[in-house]
């Protein structure tokens, strides 16, 4: 049975009773206030306040011109998830109070059938989670008080409100799906004959009102007509946002843990709905895709402010508010000074104009591209808008990784222009080269296969961001610079084309028909593949080519990064197995090369047989043989590596991998090649090995082990083939002498030693590198080189032993993170996908730990043998780092920062993200010691 509306008397008292639950301990005041009549505190108040409420009660303390409200804290959202979705009697009654206040600031009453307070309900996290949780409008609304605020504000403004409210509070609080709402209005704009929901009569809007009811009768729901019922059941509905599969995604994709929940903030409503005079508008204070001291952002007359988010009409560039209402722009400009001097950052605002007076609404940093992220900076600091310090903490990760991303080869050439159909708005810029998907599962599924792909929409939603997080770049047909999939988009560093009107998308079929310049049609279907150039709107058919980025050509990121080397303590160094990976290291910053995989080296094809030839023969001659072949591949590698980091320290791993990894793989004679080392072990290769066919099996199975990775690998390779170690030793010191002697250069070379478990391991083959040193240095007549000989700490009892390991003469040690977690938490790295998942799903783990170091437990094992080696080693000048990936992990930097470490090492690609995280660990440290202070 459906339930009828009862009306509220002329007189306004409500009879509603909330589902309550008991006082609940609380450790903060669950409601603060804002407004100009309220001057409330927001040191360190973000985490319970929210983003929103805390800048809301930020610009009321500046002076601001902000609607009143109120905030309901983080923690009564953390409490109400927590007591079965139930608010205590405590808050709810402060919550009363609360709306008391505002009543009197505002001079209007929620109900009142003759001067009606309508609100806002609004989301608001600690951190900024663009259009991921819920917000209602025009709450307060019903039969009766749309006459109140009909005689207030007119008919027009009044119904229009109303209707809109019916269609959020249906979609948000009870879950009536939006587009049973918009095709009612769509049906009754199309028998008016009307193109603009602003164009609407208010006899029309009567109507749509009307339809909207029958939408909630359709559903079997009902519409509370007390207003506090209404934010009773808002505030809920908030609360619970933060428990939907957006939020989940969105905090998954940007890494956000930690959080008490949502803040709800209730504000008085002002309203751009009322006529020429009045508007909405979003803008940055700055171009978010460029950093170009501009205002950025669009404004539409006559609505509200989710018109303009929403794409759904499409709004005018903000410059034209100069012209069109000039002492509102002004203002505006006058608040945007203001705002960024206070928050020393570049700021997205949200406001509203009512019949030509302005409010600000929100502010907050806004997000920006990577390009932008660097200008802003800089150029803020040469204004005097912020410190250095400010600067580098403003650069996320994210945006240094957008600059290291390929762009596309020549937007000048024939080939380029001439593959051009379609252009739309470039919203967030950067190349996306991919196939067509239409629907955000099939981005995720695209990318769970590996498969590049653009996620082609009409518009997105909050709903989309599983697959717009999934693509490569977003294509829309809807939308302007501030629309849902702007916003998203420029925040996660994805390319994005929004706003292409000649797009029409056919979900059913799966395909996509552009209308090109030229008024000609092209079809492309699902798995087609298409480019879009974020920065300047371009979308082509086809995949076009992609060229490197040029990290080093930027003045201006060169100026931020040099502020940066000169706050960080970690010296940042890099993995990197060739001259052309120690080439780009170079140019990305590194201050040398942390490992060296000399395995890597051994696969090349014109010595892949040379090795083999090494492993598998029993004859100590031809073994020679063989590995005087690799001394000469081997120092020619090292001499360029050297050569790429010249005058900077460069470690070399010894041989670490099992040596089945180079072999043959025996199987039966029928089955199909799956890899380089898959192959049929026929008379030509054994004819290369000097072997029978007989002998290459047989040693093969001699060398095969149950569990390689714990087998003969690392240094119990150079126990057990001595001669590796000297062979790889020569060709090291070899290349350095001729670097240093005949090209005039200042190699520094360092020997890590793998795998190690024990003192006596490491002072065995320390022995042996020392040995063939001074042999080498014998034979080239007294030359030398300086030479390091440290050790790779990968095992658990090498760092519970470290103490002895310092002793033996270790002058490094080097943690090989990867394998260090991999041996302490006894998981496989090649088999842990099945079920780490699940454990990070559940809660069982917070992170993957080959990922982000384990702090408590593989940490720990870094710290306390980092101590040891340091007290206790017996050379001048001893350092530990990182070698594994870890080295790159923005998290895991700062941890080793607070270690005091003495270096970082990753991939070349991760060098500059590694510089900033090592600046931003010394500068949150003194932050936090002059708080403490």
């Known amino acids: 049975m459906v339930s009828v509306e009862i009306e509220p008397p002329k007189t306004y008292v409500s009879t509603f009773t909330p589902d309550l639950t008991g006082d609940v301990p609380l450790q903060y005041q669950p409601v603060h206030m804002f407004g100009k009549n309220h001057k409330g505190s927001t040191d360190d108040l973000k985490f319970l306040l929210g983003g929103k409420g805390y800048n809301l009660v930020g610009m009321s303390n500046l002076g601001l011109s902000v609607p009143p409200g109120f905030v309901i804290s983080t923690e009564v959202c953390n409490v109400y998830l927590n007591a079965g979705s139930r608010i205590p009697e405590k808050v709810w009654k402060e919550i009363l109070f609360g709306l008391k206040q505002l009543e009197n600031d505002t001079g209007r009453k929620l109900g009142d059938p003759h001067r009606p307070l309508l609100v806002s309900v609004r989301s608001g996290a600690a951190i900024s989670m663009p259009g991921m949780m819920d917000t209602v409008l025009n709450l307060g609304l019903n039969d009766v008080t749309v006459e109140g605020l009909s005689s207030n504000f007119g008919e027009k403004v009044a119904w229009d409100s109303y209707r809109r409210f019916l269609n959020m509070f249906g979609d948000v609080v009870l879950g009536i799906p939006h587009h049973a709402f918009e095709e009612r209005l769509t049906s009754l704009k199309n028998a008016a004959n009307v193109k603009l929901d602003k164009d609407l009569s208010v006899d029309q809007l009567k109507q749509v009102v009307k339809a909207y009811k029958d939408v909630y009768l359709n559903y079997n729901k009902v519409f509370p007509s007390d207003p506090i019922e209404q934010l009773y059941q808002s505030i809920l509905a908030v609360f619970n946002s933060w428990n939907n599969p957006r939020v989940i995604k969105y905090c998954e994709a940007e890494g956000i843990t930690g959080l008490l929940g949502t803040a709800v903030n209730v504000q008085a409503m002002c309203f751009g709905n009322m006529g020429e005079t009045s508007g909405t508008g979003v803008c940055f204070t700055r171009n978010p895709n460029t950093g170009d001291k501009e205002l950025y952002g669009e404004y539409l007359v006559n609505a509200q402010g989710e018109d303009v988010v929403a794409g759904i009409r499409t709004p005018e560039p903000i410059s034209k508010l100069k012209s069109a209402m000039p002492l509102v722009y002004s203002e505006l400009l006058r608040n945007i000074n203001i705002l960024e001097r206070h928050y020393n950052d570049m700021q997205d605002i949200e406001f509203t104009v009512q019949e030509g007076e302005l409010f600000m609404l929100q502010t907050r940093s806004g997000k920006r591209t990577g390009q932008a992220a660097v200008n802003i900076a800089v150029d803020m600091v040469h204004e005097g808008l912020c410190t250095i310090d400010q600067a580098i903490m403003s650069i996320k990760p994210e945006h240094l990784k957008q600059l290291l991303h390929p762009q596309f080869s020549s937007t000048d050439s024939a080939e380029y222009v001439n593959s051009i159909v379609s252009k739309g708005l470039p919203a967030s810029p950067g190349a996306a080269v991919g196939k067509i998907v239409f629907t955000p599962e099939d981005a995720e599924k695209s990318n769970a296969e590996g498969e590049k792909c653009i996620l082609v929409r009409e518009d997105t939603s909050p709903e989309d961001v599983g697959g717009m997080w999934a693509a490569d770049g977003i294509l829309t047909a809807t939308g302007g610079y501030t629309s849902h999939a702007s916003v998203v988009a420029r925040g996660w560093g994805k390319p994005c084309v929004c706003g292409c009107s000649s797009l029409a998308i056919n979900l059913e079929s799966k395909q996509l028909t552009i209308t090109t310049g030229k008024n000609e049609k092209i079809t492309l279907n699902e798995g087609d593949w298409m480019s879009i150039n974020g920065e300047t709107g371009d979308v082509m058919i086809g995949k076009k080519t992609l060229r490197p980025p040029t990290f080093q050509d930027s003045t201006v990121l060169q100026e931020l990064m040099s502020w940066v080397d000169n706050r960080k303590r970690l010296r940042v160094l890099a993995n990197a197995d060739t001259p052309e990976d120690a080439y780009e290291a170079r140019i990305n910053g590194a201050q040398g090369i942390g490992l060296t995989r000399t395995e890597h080296m051994f696969f090349a094809e014109d010595r892949i047989n040379v090795v083999r030839k090494m492993i598998l023969t029993t004859d100590p001659v031809k073994r020679q043989q063989a590995l005087n072949e690799l001394l000469v591949f081997q120092r020619k590698d090292f001499e360029g590596i050297l050569e790429a980091m010249d005058g900077l320290p460069v470690t070399v791993r010894l041989l670490d991998p099992p040596l089945h990894e180079f072999l043959p793989r025996l199987h039966r004679e029928d089955k199909v090649p799956s890899s380089?080392?898959?192959?049929?072990?026929?008379?030509?290769?054994?004819?290369?090995?000097?072997?029978?066919?007989?002998?290459?099996?047989?040693?093969?199975?001699?060398?095969?082990?149950?569990?390689?990775?714990?087998?003969?690998?690392?240094?119990?390779?150079?126990?057990?083939?001595?001669?590796?170690?000297?062979?790889?030793?020569?060709?090291?010191?070899?290349?350095?002498?001729?670097?240093?002697?005949?090209?005039?250069?200042?190699?520094?070379?360092?020997?890590?030693?793998?795998?190690?478990?024990?003192?006596?391991?490491?002072?065995?083959?320390?022995?042996?590198?020392?040995?063939?040193?001074?042999?080498?240095?014998?034979?080239?007549?007294?030359?030398?080189?300086?030479?390091?000989?440290?050790?790779?700490?990968?095992?658990?009892?090498?760092?519970?032993?470290?103490?002895?390991?310092?002793?033996?003469?270790?002058?490094?040690?080097?943690?090989?993170?990867?394998d260090l977690t991999q041996m302490t938490y006894g998981f496989s790295r090649d088999d842990v996908g099945g079920f780490l998942p699940i454990y990070l799903k559940s809660g069982i783990l917070e992170k993957d730990p080959f990922q982000t170091i384990d702090q408590n437990g593989v940490g720990e094992l870094i710290k306390s043998s980092a101590a040891a080696g340091k007290a206790n080693a017996i050379v001048p000048h001893f350092k530990c780092g990182i070698c594994g990936e870890h080295g790159g992990d923005p998290q895991s930097v700062k941890f080793f920062s607070d270690l005091r470490l003495n270096y970082v090492s990753c991939s070349p690609f991760r060098i500059p993200i590694a510089r900033l995280a090592a600046a931003q660990a010394v500068i949150e440290e003194e932050l936090a010691k002059k708080k403490n202070d």
Do not use: W
């Open 676 to 818: 380089s080392t898959d192959f049929v072990i026929d008379d030509k290769f054994a004819e290369e090995m000097e072997m029978s066919k007989e002998e290459i099996i047989h040693a093969i199975q001699r060398l095969q082990e149950v569990n390689p990775m714990l087998g003969l690998r690392g240094c119990r390779l150079g126990v057990v083939i001595p001669e590796l170690v000297e062979m790889q030793t020569r060709a090291l010191v070899e290349a350095a002498l001729n670097n240093k002697y005949n090209k005039f250069l200042n190699p520094c070379i360092e020997i890590m030693i793998p795998l190690i478990g024990s003192a006596s391991e490491f002072k065995h083959q320390s022995d042996l590198i020392h040995k063939t040193t001074k042999q080498v240095f014998n034979e080239n007549y007294g030359k030398l080189v300086d030479i390091k000989v440290g050790t790779m700490i990968e095992v658990p009892r090498a760092a519970l032993t470290a103490s002895e390991i310092a002793k033996a003469g270790a002058e490094f040690f080097s943690y090989g993170t990867n």
